[in-house]
């Protein structure tokens, strides 16, 4: 108990200084690190034909070119450009010491049901259903073949329960940004003719320490016979690439303020308090005692908020208290009604 309370104790300590430095960090996107899921020794999900490391690899290394050749303001930086094997906390460090902007992991899924077929993106966060757990047990398990995988990981387990109190806690202080990008990866799969599986939370090791905005892409099902033959194409893998090459360039835009649909004149600032698939009754008991809790339907997911200000510095103070009884808790920025950036909000107040 006293070794469980100390890696809480850290994670907590870590995600407030997160939740700082990712207020402090500017609104640009100028590095992405493209990360290949699974190489070497770990071959990933394995189809009648394939290998998900090589097909993982083949499209990172096709949307890094279409970032280099139409993003010439974006750097990319890529995990491996080989078969080559790379621990999973590697593949963050490597973002987090080139202080990434935008972490993008590819994978490809795989089910025993073999007519399951289509495409989702996940963010880091904790989800037990059980369309969830398959995922996430087969992404995680590749630390089991890591040397000194409990020191590594600060005796992490992906088969013990303690884990789940660890994600629980851990929720990424960049969560709003990465549900934005994962959306917007979801919605150019849907214009692109994909079977959208949605945008989904889950404790997935990969993106538990990225101190940027992060998520891990399922390209398709490389268990279903017809989804196999498609991510092995020219054709296949150039489109899931645009697809996200689309979506980065999109986010790009909103995140630097060049999106033309900021004409806003109604600001709200509240302060949300969690985030997750399950619907809440928002008494105080299930929020820490905190009070005028209100619930926002997002997609499959919920947001709860508290507060209501219309200046930064309010919101500010009262996030202060907040933060006593939920320190992962941060600033969010409404205008009529829909969500904004804390920048986009600031310079509408200032206009």
Avoid at 107 to 127: I, P
Avoid at 215 to 220: A, D, K, Q, V
Avoid at 244 to 268: H, M, P, R
Wanted: glycine share 6%; with cysteine.
């Amino acid at each position: 108990m006293i070794k469980l309370k100390k890696i809480i104790f850290v994670v907590i300590s870590f995600f407030v200084f997160n939740i700082n430095y990712a207020q402090n960090k500017t609104d640009k996107l100028n590095l992405i690190v493209i990360d290949a899921g699974h190489g070497g020794k770990d071959p990933g999900a394995l189809g009648k034909q394939s290998k998900e490391k090589d097909i993982a690899l083949a499209i990172a290394l096709k949307l890094g070119k279409l970032i280099e050749t139409n993003l010439t303001d974006v750097k990319v930086i890529y995990t491996r450009t080989n078969d080559k094997f790379i621990e999973l906390h590697k593949r963050s460090e490597i973002a987090n010491k080139n202080n990434a902007d935008l972490f993008i992991s590819i994978h490809v899924d795989a089910n025993k049901a073999t007519q399951v077929t289509g495409t989702s993106t996940f963010v880091m966060g904790l989800n037990k259903a059980d369309k969830q757990l398959e995922v996430v047990k087969r992404e995680n398990a590749v630390i089991l073949i890591e040397d000194d995988y409990k020191v590594k990981y600060d005796g992490f387990d992906p088969n013990s329960p303690e884990s789940d109190i660890i994600f629980s806690l851990y929720q990424n202080a960049y969560l709003e940004q990465s549900i934005i990008i994962a959306e917007e990866v979801q919605n150019q799969f849907k214009e692109s003719q994909r079977t959208d599986r949605d945008v989904r939370q889950a404790g997935l090791v990969v993106l538990w320490n990225c101190s940027m905005p992060s998520i891990l892409i399922e390209t398709g099902f490389i268990t279903n016979q017809e989804e196999e033959k498609y991510l092995l194409t020219e054709n296949g893998q150039n489109t899931i690439a645009s697809s996200i090459f689309k979506a980065i360039k999109l986010y790009k835009n909103t995140l630097e303020g060049n999106s033309e649909d900021n004409i806003i004149d109604n600001v709200i600032f509240k302060i949300q308090i969690a985030y997750t698939g399950k619907k809440i009754d928002t008494i105080p008991d299930n929020f820490n005692g905190i009070s005028n809790v209100e619930c926002f339907e997002d997609g499959h997911y919920y947001r709860y908020f508290t507060g209501n200000a219309k200046t930064y510095d309010e919101i500010a103070e009262l996030q202060e208290e907040i933060r006593k009884k939920v320190p992962e808790s941060y600033v969010i920025a409404f205008n009529n009604g829909k969500i904004i950036t804390i920048k986009e909000a600031l310079k509408i107040l200032n206009n």
